[in-house]
């Protein structure tokens, strides 16, 4: 009876190997395959090369269990350094557009002070009376 149980245990995880594999070569997007299909062209390619996975030496070892672990311990320690990295790369990227921020700034605070300074002229006027 043992010898039995054990080959219908291994067809049924077997058809269950079976069934997900032509599951995933019929759909092989996440996306439903009407919506992926309604897509422009340019979005679509775009979305088959993010999904692509890499298959490069450093992806492969990135995907190693004691790599990930470190990855996940070092995060405290990387994430100030990488925080400090993205906020100069903004700034410095930010440079050739400041001049026209700087002056957009100071006219949007020009009008605030003149509203508030109209409306206070107007408010002790009206007091004076």
């Known amino acids: 009876m ?8 291994n067809r049924v995880e077997t058809s269950k190997e079976e069934v ?5 070569n019929q759909n092989p997007w996440p996306l ?3 919506i992926f299909e309604s897509l422009p062209p340019r979005l679509r390619k775009a979305l088959q090369e993010a999904c692509k996975e890499p298959n490069g030496f ?4 990135s995907k190693l269990f004691p790599i990930r672990v470190i990855s996940y ?3 405290p320690y990387t ?7 993205s906020a100069a790369l903004r700034l410095v ?3 050739p557009d400041m001049p026209a921020d700087v002056r957009w700034m100071q006219e949007q ?3 605030i002070a003149g509203t508030v300074y109209s409306q206070a002229k107007r408010r002790l006027f009206c007091m004076s009376r």
């Open 79 to 85: 994430l100030p350094v990488e925080s400090a990295y």
């Open 32 to 34: 439903e395959k009407s």
């Open 109 to 111: 605070l020009c009008q």
């Open 58 to 61: 450093y992806a492969q070892f």
């Open 73 to 75: 311990l070092m995060l």
């Open 2 to 9: 043992k010898k039995k149980k054990v080959p219908e245990n």
């Open 93 to 95: 990227n930010w440079f």
């Open 20 to 24: 997900l594999g032509d599951q995933l």
